[in-house]
């Protein structure tokens, strides 16, 4: 026990789903039986169960994980996202329990909490690195926005009667141009969400690259592209359309003015994701997505 009394873990759940709650306080309960310290933010901890022990912070910045080794987050995916947030500013590794639907950043579902607490006790996981991208939203030659995205950052129109028009490019170099309702920029990660619904491929997350993935184009070439991680991505907004808006990771938006120029690029601060598995992406998008695998034999031996 002695050795565990200056390790800290910080918790963040989604206090509006009651599966939440409850799984909040079994964690909680499991970390500190065994002497690990527990931080959660005041603004949660008015909606959970918790014992007098836990430190309580009250403003959500990175400087509240500091000396936290690992981000415990309990929820769907956009609490995930969240999560993703206060991992890439502090540097922590993030640990997702999926308490949603499909959940592809988390590591562990809500049947398996016990098993959760139990390897972050014996530190019995390990930490990897997810790519992300850094946007930069241009006009007249100024940088007017800067943000940052683990799954996308996503070029859409602002309203439902008009189409986006844009031009693409990579490094550069147009690439084509056409009426659409907007353009996915997309890392590995992201290949599994809003680029996979607007009809990308899915890429393994060892596998670096960047995606560019039209939305419902109207062109004869408006097809998914995948390029080098180190390629540069670009959207224009054409100067004479209504305003369109930049949606990151579903979660930050700011309007694109007219004539607008988004470019995104391989991140300079990657996201750090605790791995409790080491069962392959081909098994977890099996899992995911109920996919059907009777008859399979598998290869000879």
Known sequence: ????????????????????????????????????????LEEEARDLPLPDEVDLVKEATAQCLDGCELLIVLGGDGTLLRGAEFARASGVPMLGVNLGRVGFLAEAERDDLDRVVDRVVARSYEVEERMTVDVVVHRNGDIVHTDWAL?????????????????????????????????????????TAYAFSAGGPVVWPEVEA??????????????????SPDSVLAVEVLPHIPPGVLWCDGRRTVELPPGARVEVRRGAVPVRLARLHHSSFTDRIVAKFALPTTGWRGAPH
């Open 1 to 40: 026990m002695t050795q565990n009394l200056a390790r800290t873990v910080f918790l963040l759940a989604h206090t509006g789903r009651p599966a939440a709650i409850r799984s909040a306080e079994l964690v909680v309960k499991g970390l500190l039986r065994h002497g690990i310290g527990v931080r959660v």
């Open 151 to 191: 799954n996308e950052a996503a070029v859409q129109k602002a309203g439902a009667e008009k189409l986006l028009e844009v031009v693409l490019e990579i490094d550069g170099r147009p690439v084509t141009g056409f009426g659409c309702d907007g353009v996915v920029l997309s890392t590995p990660t992201g290949s």
């Open 210 to 227: 960047l995606l560019m993935v039209p939305i419902s184009a109207h062109a004869l070439f408006a097809k998914p592209l995948v390029t």
